[in-house]
């Protein structure tokens, strides 16, 4: 079982930036695929990102073509820690955020969910 806990969500102004934070547990995390995504009111949720194992200390990162620039994923996994940097932050950017892990590696089957971290960003 794998626990995850968002937090760093709150209100910025447009053109702001945030760190979001997520907390996993789990005794293999470094192997985990971890994923941050997100749900606007009335909209499905979307990816955002991706951080994979790709061996060694090597880890891949990739985004929805809409995130790149102004998101970074990035881990510590001494921490368990995965973690969302979002700068120049627009209204369209509010919603909650979710990371999710994937204990496969692979990115594609996301068991667990964190309860999500809200981010509301003002004009």
């Known amino acids: 079982q794998v626990q995850l806990v968002e937090s760093g969500g709150g209100l910025v102004q447009a053109g702001g930036s945030l760190r979001l934070s997520c907390a996993a547990s789990g005794r293999t995390f470094r192997s985990y695929a971890m994923g941050w995504f997100r749900q606007a009111p009335g909209k499905e949720r979307e990816f955002i990102a991706v951080?994979?194992?790709?061996?060694?200390?090597?880890?891949?990162?990739d985004y929805a073509d809409s995130m790149k620039g102004r998101f970074t994923i990035s881990r510590d996994n001494a921490k368990s820690a995965v973690y969302l940097q979002m700068n120049s932050l627009k209204p369209d950017d509010t919603a909650v955020y979710y990371c999710a892990a994937d204990r496969s590696g692979l990115g594609s089957v996301w068991e667990y969910w964190g309860q999500g971290t809200q981010v509301t960003v003002s004009s």
């Open positions: 951080t994979k194992w790709s061996g060694g200390n090597v880890y891949y990162a």
